[in-house]
């Protein structure tokens, strides 16, 4: 009972905020694409500068924690792709598949029903965990949207300096060398970036609008399941293999079952990567995840 309670209360906020932008950006003349632009180029390099340049990286078991997750979102990227090419997906649907199927939310949703599953003293290890997942994810979703019109060195290129991976990449130098940057630059920063998620959302619910309607193509259902189910199996089998167990296998399986992150529908917006099909999969596996986390949560705590 207590669990859905919290569910509610971390789940129902995003629905609502989603449907204030389904229901208002078209009244009020709001398009989906400017929001995702401010997203994509200013709030989400403010957000990834501001929880990865003073968080405490150090220590093995950082390392096993970042292992498990690329190893879980490896496995799902690479099922959801090749589902939906069996399927008759195009290179598009493709891409999207495997950004969908491998970049989960967990940040605002993920950190948040950890906290309540495994305690708060579990947190730290989950802020590892999600940086260990928004590295890769955005740099994957830029560089497969690139790679449609660019040569794969140009768009590995693209996606490591685009801009929330170049903010990592500078933060991270910040915090190995011990550098503690004035507050007149930190504070803006941390302004800046408490704005991303609630944006995002408003723009996941405007964007929603401008589709029409949620699909359910194999496109859509392939990826999600996939996200869902196959990115926790494999991501808590590697875990358990490098040595994590208790509360960090918990919590591996736990983060890697949250639904795509929000943040797919950005890029897909932003580099013209499918961005009906993310939109959909985003608001379907999200949806689908009020059943299957519970299940991961039971069968880990």
Known sequence: MAFLGVLLNVMGPVAVIIAGGYFSAGRLGIEARPLSRMAFWILGPAFMFDI??????????????????????????????????????????????????????????????????????????AGVFMLAVNVPGMMLGIGLAQSKRSSLLRSVRIAVLAPMPLASIVAFAINVTGVVPPLLVTRPISLVAAALIPVMLYTLGAQLAETGRVSLTPSVTVPSAAKLIVAPVAAGVVAAYVGLDDDLLALTVIQSAMPPAVFCMVIAVEQGLAPKTVTSTVVVATLMAAATVPVAIALTV
């Open 52 to 125: 990865l340049w003073d968080s405490d990286l150090s220590g093995g078991v950082a390392i096993r924690l970042a292992v498990a997750a690329v190893a879980g979102m490896t496995v799902a990227a690479v099922v959801g792709a090749g589902g939906v090419r069996l399927l008759g997906g195009d290179g598009h649907e493709r891409s999207a598949a495997a950004m969908t199927s491998s970049y989960g939310n967990v940040g605002n949703t993920g950190l948040a029903i950890s906290a309540f599953a495994l305690g708060d003293e579990i947190l730290p290890a």
